[in-house]
């Protein structure tokens, strides 16, 4: 059974950084998996921020370009994502997910699609004010 856990959210100030982690119950995820981040604001659709896969390939939304960045640390079963420049738009839920692929799928923009996701944590809220 895969457990994902966020932690790292919080409040910032514009301008400021957060670096968000999500440790999983079950290692070779990391090695093995595409895996994200999502965030959901109030009242809107949960979207995807950036991916990271079993070849370290990355995505990112073009919304987060240039400010956020993606990595993993496969010895401490761990994804992060290092969030610069924030902006008050970028308050939301931040949610980890993990598919069960391999390799993210970055045609047609499919890795963004909350479906092909299997597995998801409860989140963590940043707060940019």
């Known amino acids: 059974h895969v457990q994902l856990v966020e932690s790292g959210g919080g409040s910032v100030l514009v301008g400021g950084s957060l670096r968000l982690s999500c440790v999983s119950s079950v290692g070779y995820v990391f090695s093995s998996h595409c895996m994200g981040w999502f965030l959901q604001a109030p009242g809107k659709e949960r979207e995807a921020v950036a991916v990271?896969?079993?070849?370290?390939?990355?995505g990112y939304a073009d919304s987060v370009k240039g400010r956020f960045t993606i990595s993993k640390d496969g010895a401490k079963k761990t994804i992060y994502l290092q969030m610069t420049s924030l902006k008050p738009e970028d308050t939301a839920v931040y949610y980890c997910a993990a598919a069960p692929t391999h390799r993210c799928p970055f045609y047609d923009n499919n890795w963004s699609k909350t479906s092909i996701y299997n597995w998801w944590g409860q989140g963590t809220q940043v707060t940019v004010s």
């Open positions: 990271i896969d079993g070849e370290d390939s990355t």
